[in-house]
């Protein structure tokens, strides 16, 4: 069997074809509704960011309170939910870590590293101790072809050197190295309500689905008792027959160093809608220092979005543009314009934040693909200003009306990208939480 077979990677809903530019492209073989799963794929290997470590099972990653979680008696650095996760963590690779780890972690060469580094090395680690059960014929034939998809991506552009790693192994360095090389560009942050609580290693997500900063697809995770963590890529709008599927490796609206992350981290140039549009206005100036030209600026984005059709970011036509707007891509426009919308939202002043919360969302609306889920989490922020107005003042109706509208938007967002990650605290468990208060207004 080829290692990179595209055979292998079909499904009867999505193929690998060649692409003209890139390595290979995902096609729809079947028409996508907005918020049908696309693929769902198990974590081959994993590993909890240090914040998380004893919060979480190492194994099925279920967030619990410290004192529930069971401590792996052997290496007392591992905590799982009850003997069944430890189990299947056991079998999964643990075992060849687990008496190993405390004088692996505790040495010199893995203190001396840097803590994003150290996530590597961890992880690094846990793809080997599972590697090497694959290579004895223990795992099934899913794990088998995961393993070996993983070696046959692309490494990506630099050569940094590869950690040192925990588990006895007889992997030659070479292939050691060859095996980390794929890491920076290919594997996961896997997130729980859009925060990041762990990195990932999903290897045929990774094969089959190229990067677009106007995403057709987004990818979001499933934690379940007793089971590893499944990524699923979603539909975030309607993908017809033979479109081709991708999904953002970063956040789009990183509009001017996004282009420098894919070179250094990626090794590609991105040739989306939204970077011909961004590559056509050149040098980006910076948005006006003052506030009243901040607003003016933040004012003609509001019409400008408000009469569009479609975005240019979306179809490429940068001539739909208007050039005077080229400000609102600096970096610094988005994270002013935020700062104005918190701190007018923490002070009470409830009509700035919502002028700043309404420039937001035009910008949203123009950087980002429809019902993604950046911009139901602002309309969420937007909802609970609504909120905290109407019961620190005297409230009136515009403001109901303005709670319920964005609560409706918020909820219409969220269930495109469905129920993700923990099944408690989330933005949708939140929307429930304040459409309940509002009936007692
Ligand atoms: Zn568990
Ligand atoms: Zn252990
Ligand atoms: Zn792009």
Redesign the pocket.
């Known amino acids: 069997m080829s290692s990179d077979s595209f055979d292998d990677l079909q499904t009867n809903n999505i193929s690998l074809v060649p692409h003209v530019v890139g390595r290979s492209k995902c096609i729809a073989k079947i028409a996508f509704s907005a918020g049908s799963t696309i693929l769902s794929n198990s974590s081959f290997a994993d590993v909890l960011l240090p914040s998380e470590k004893s919060h979480r099972c190492d194994y099925c990653h279920h967030l619990s309170g410290s004192d529930s979680l069971k401590r792996?008696?052997?290496?007392?650095?591992?905590y799982y939910c009850d003997p069944t996760c430890q189990s299947m963590h056991w079998k999964s690779g643990?075992r060849k870590?687990?008496g190993l780890?405390n004088s692996y972690t505790s040495a010199s060469s893995f203190q001396a590293l840097e803590e994003h580094k150290k996530m590597d090395a961890l992880l690094l680690s846990s793809l080997i101790a599972h590697a090497t059960l694959v290579d004895a014929n223990e795992r099934n034939s899913d794990e088998n072809t995961a393993f070996l998809t993983f070696q046959a991506l692309l490494p990506g552009p630099m050569a940094a050197s590869a950690p040192p790693i925990c588990p006895k192994h007889s992997f030659p360095a070479e292939v050691i190295q060859e095996l980390y090389s794929r890491f920076e560009n290919n594997n996961f942050s896997i997130h729980s309500h859009f925060k990041t609580y762990a990195h990932g290693i999903f290897p045929i997500a990774s094969r089959l689905f190229n990067h677009s900063c106007m995403p057709n697809a987004a990818v979001k995770f499933i934690l379940q008792v007793h089971k590893p963590v499944k990524l699923e890529v979603v539909a975030l709008r309607a993908i017809s027959k033979g479109d081709e599927i991708c999904i953002p490796y970063i956040d789009p609206a990183l509009l001017q160093t996004r282009t420098t992350i894919f070179d250094l981290t990626y090794g590609f140039t991105c040739c989306c809608p939204s970077c011909n549009v961004v590559r056509a206005m050149g040098m980006i100036p910076e948005p006006p220092k003052g506030q009243v030209e901040f607003q003016a600026v933040c004012k003609r984005l509001r019409e400008f979005v408000g009469v569009m059709r479609l975005s240019p970011f979306s179809t490429g036509d940068d001539s739909l543009f208007p050039r005077d707007l080229a400000c609102v891509l600096h970096e610094s426009f988005i994270s002013t314009l935020s700062e104005h919308f918190s701190a007018a939202s923490h002070d009470g002043q409830y009509d700035v934040a919502m002028e700043s919360s309404k420039s937001l969302s035009a910008f949203y609306q123009l950087i980002y693909p429809p019902n993604y889920p950046q911009i139901g989490l602002h309309i969420l922020e937007k909802a609970k200003t609504c909120w905290n107005h109407l019961v620190r003042s005297t409230h009136t109706m515009s403001i109901v009306t303005e709670l319920e509208r964005s609560l409706v938007t918020a909820r219409e967002v969220f269930a495109v990208i469905g129920l993700e990650g923990d099944p408690d605290n989330g933005p949708v468990a939140e929307i429930s939480t304040l459409s309940d208060a509002k009936k007692s207004l």
């Open positions: 792996c008696t052997g290496c007392a650095s591992f643990h870590i687990c780890y």
